[in-house]
């Protein structure tokens, strides 16, 4: 069966730093793209970062570009996101999703999601 | 970036009724492999986003048939042919066809 869980939300303040983590199971980690989806209190859905299967490609919406960073352990099948400078409206409920790979199901399956509330 | 617009925003619905989507992206979403990476997602209150439908017309296993999407090129409609109870959320458009990912606004399907 194939899960995600997210891990390492929390109340951080402006400015400050948090590590999000995604331990997926039930598929091969290295053949899958891994996403971070967040959606803001009253707000929709908003992609924030894909790190492909083997770790070589990484994107990130302009929003969160040169403030975090989207790596991952194939071995521990574990998806990171390091979140920096942390603002305001980075607060959020962020999901993982699996995104590219083998099949055809890009974002059939998500985590719960972890909160992430910021100060000012 | 890829724009996705959807209409209506708020769809007041009558149970057993039809429900239709609008989504259109901004450009083409066909992907250079010859797929179109149109999803459609359903989000309900205190659950994860739920995929429904996969490239356009692909229902996921355990999706009710009362599901259908269709459409090509940029425009594209989800349709719930008769509602039920259970259906009410927030239904989002995405597109995976490039990079950034970009969802639409959100479509919220009320009784």
């Known amino acids: 069966e194939v899960q995600l869980l997210e891990s390492g939300g929390g109340l951080v303040q402006s400015g400050g730093s948090l590590r999000l983590s995604c331990a997926t199971s039930?598929?091969?980690?290295?053949?899958?793209?891994i996403a971070w989806v967040r959606q803001a209190p009253g707000k929709g859905l908003e992609w924030v970062s894909t790190?492909?299967?083997?770790?070589?490609?990484?994107h990130y919406a302009d929003s969160v570009k040169g403030r975090f960073t989207i790596s991952r352990d194939n071995y521990k099948n574990t998806v990171y996101l390091q979140m920096d400078s942390l603002r305001v409206e980075d607060a959020a409920l962020y999901y993982c999703?699996?995104?590219?790979?083998?099949?055809?199901?890009?974002?059939?399956?998500w985590g719960q999601g972890t909160l992430v509330t910021v100060s000012s | 970036d890829i724009v996705m617009t959807q209409a209506p925003l708020f769809s007041p619905v009558t149970l057993g009724q039809p429900a239709s989507i609008s989504c259109r992206s901004s450009q083409s979403l066909v992907h250079s492999d010859g797929n179109t990476y149109l999803n459609w997602l359903q989000l309900r209150p205190g659950q994860p986003p739920r995929l429904l439908i996969y490239q356009i017309s692909n229902r996921v296993s355990g999706v009710p048939d009362r599901f259908s999407g269709s459409g090509a090129g940029t425009d594209f409609t989800l349709k719930i042919s008769r509602v039920e109870a259970e259906d009410v959320g927030v239904y989002y458009c995405m597109q995976a066809t490039d990079f950034p990912r970009t969802f639409g606004q959100g479509t919220k399907v009320e009784i």
């Open positions: 999703a699996r995104d590219r790979g083998p099949s055809d199901l890009f974002f059939a399956y």
């Open positions: 790190m492909s299967g083997d770790g070589h490609n990484t």
């Open positions: 039930g598929f091969t980690s290295s053949s899958y793209g």
